[in-house]
Nanobody, 117 residues
Framework: QVQLVESGGGLVQAGGSLRLSCTAS????????MGWYRQAPGKQRELVAR???????NYGDSVKGRFTISRDNAKSTVYLQMNTLKPEDTAVYYC???????????WGQGTQVTVSS
């Protein structure tokens, strides 16, 4: 069982920045990948960014060049630095972890990000 604790959401004006954090209860080396997904009202959950244990990253097309995912292995924590935020970035952001070997998915409780125009 892996528990994920998120922090860092909030309200920001367009063009501003926020940083999300997600800490896993398990060693990050038991985890194949961690990342962030988001879901806006009436829309499907979509990938924002993910980072594998080996360091490779993937980003959703709409956030490339604006968001950066990083990790601190010692703290089993991943960060999402969000710059140049747009109103369309408004959503609930969910942390995700996929364990090694079994590839089981775990989700955080979600944190609201609201970008005002």
């Amino acid at each position: 069982q892996v528990q994920l604790v998120e922090s860092g959401g909030g309200l920001v004006q367009a063009g501003g920045s926020l940083r999300l954090s997600c800490t896993a209860s398990a060693s990050i080396f038991r985890i194949h990948a961690m990342g962030w997904y988001r879901q806006a009202p009436g829309k499907q959950r979509e990938l924002v960014a993910r980072i594998a244990t080996g360091g490779s990253t993937n980003y959703g097309d709409s956030v490339k060049g604006r968001f950066t995912i990083s990790r601190d292995n010692a703290k089993s924590t991943v960060y999402l630095q969000m710059n140049t935020l747009k109103p369309e970035d408004t959503a609930v952001y969910y942390c995700n972890a996929v364990t090694s070997i079994s590839y089981t998915n775990y989700w955080g409780q979600g944190t609201q990000v609201t970008v005002s125009s």
